[in-house]
């Protein structure tokens, strides 16, 4: 799952969806919507939960990379999911 954030001077966009190709080319289009005359006027914060399939970590990956050579500013926070039958510590009930 990914979650961004787009912000320029002529609005911002919350968006959320799969990290998946067509997921990532419609995200690509609100960027291009949201642009001025200069690419870096437009910032991407994303969010990108972690995965095991390396195939789509490198696309995205490379996805970004392309967006930052654009000019638009990019920040990247990776999402920790805890694999399946684990508890996260943060949902650990607090003892007093």
Known sequence: ??????????????????????DLENLRTHIRDLRTTSAKDVRLEISLDR?????????????????????????????????AGTRSRRSTPLRS
């Open 1 to 22: 799952m990914l979650q961004a954030r787009i912000v320029s001077s002529r609005g911002s966009l919350y968006f959320a969806a799969e990290a998946t190709p067509y």
């Open 51 to 83: 995965t095991d399939d390396a195939v789509a970590n490198v696309q995205v990956s490379a996805w970004l990379r392309r967006l930052k050579a654009e000019g638009v500013q990019v920040s990247f926070s990776p999402s920790f999911v805890p694999a």
